[in-house]
């Protein structure tokens, strides 16, 4: 069974990936998504850089990290990347693109590498119409203190 009635809306992405000089004798460089676009606008391609298209997908539930990432002073979109036999000098692969705050802990929780990048002012005037009409946050409730519990009341 697929997962596709959870998805609500797809975003497709040209993401481009380079080299990014540093000031240090072992390692001179590092990767680094630099810039990303809307897939349907070709992107400059040039040698040492890789431009992929990815799709990010808006699922119901993650409407909770869509709104934790549009809550900050400034959203990103989170990419997982992977280096191939784990080699820093060859160029990697983004192999996500995501939205949410809560997915892109869970890649960081399980060892992946997540890069990110401001997140376009259109695509969070997007995201946040679609988490405004369909998130309803959980209303927070008072937890009596331990305290002021009976003693085989406490957990």
Known sequence: M??????LAELALNVKIGKVAQKSPWQPFRWQVIEMGPADVPMPK??????????????????QGYFLNLDNDTPFVFFGVRYPEDNKNLMPTVFEAT??????????DSNEEVQTLPMPAPIARWLGELVEAKYQ????QRRRPQSFLKPEERG
């Open 46 to 63: 040039a040698e040492e850089e890789g431009v992929q298209t990815l799709t990010a997908q808006v699922f119901q539930d993650q409407l």
């Open 99 to 108: 939205l949410s705050y809560d997915e892109a802990a869970r890649l960081m």
């Open 2 to 7: 697929s997962a596709n009635f959870l998805v």
């Open 137 to 140: 946050p959980e209303p927070k």
